[in-house]
């Protein structure tokens, strides 16, 4: 990837110096250059460019691993997985991912005994997602559990010294605070 960056940087110098030249030679050689290392370009990009769902399915073990460990059903659901991502964009997204898998299971979902006087099923579920906006890739991590306790994430927030008990936050800036 380095070494084709190089060329495309390379090959437009020649083409700002062609286009200065009156040398027919040069523009000609210029041009094909151009064309040889924009094809070169894609195709090293695409090569580096993989389905999701490589990284989808790591996350079903650790589900299924969670559910049993905390004693809850859990249903996991994952759309998306065809979308393709650069390697090294799956590499970092991994991490973020599974904490907010954890969190998820751990935080999001009640008990089945819960879910059941909540009256909804006794399997939570847990929807992991993945769609293209434009230019751009979204993921989505979603649960059908009772939904984020902000008193909870203000005290944790607090006990980890990214607020005072004197911030006044509105509710979505606390609850951005589980991503800090």
Do not use: C, W
């Amino acid at each position: 990837m380095d070494r084709v960056g190089e060329l495309v940087i390379a090959q437009a110098r020649l083409t700002q110096i062609a286009a200065q030249s009156s040398d027919g030679n040069l523009k000609t050689v210029a041009e094909e250059l151009e064309r040889l290392s924009s094809g070169l370009r894609d195709t090293t990009m695409g090569i580096r460019m993989v389905p999701i769902g490589t990284l989808f399915s790591r996350f079903r073990r650790l589900v299924h691993d969670l559910s049993r460990e905390l004693g809850k059903d859990i249903e996991f659901i994952t759309t998306g997985e065809e979308t393709e991502l650069d390697k090294t964009m799956i590499e970092r997204l991994a991490d973020p991912l599974v904490h907010l898998i954890r969190n998820s299971v751990d935080h999001g979902l009640e008990s089945a005994e819960r879910r059941i006087k909540a009256g909804k099923p006794a399997a939570g579920s847990v929807k992991l997602s993945a769609v293209y906006a434009g230019a751009e890739v979204a993921i989505s991590v979603t649960d059908d559990g009772a939904g984020l306790d902000a008193d909870r994430i203000r005290k944790k927030a607090e006990e980890q010294g990214l607020i005072t008990p004197e911030t006044r936050l509105a509710e979505q800036e606390l609850y951005q605070l589980i991503f800090a």
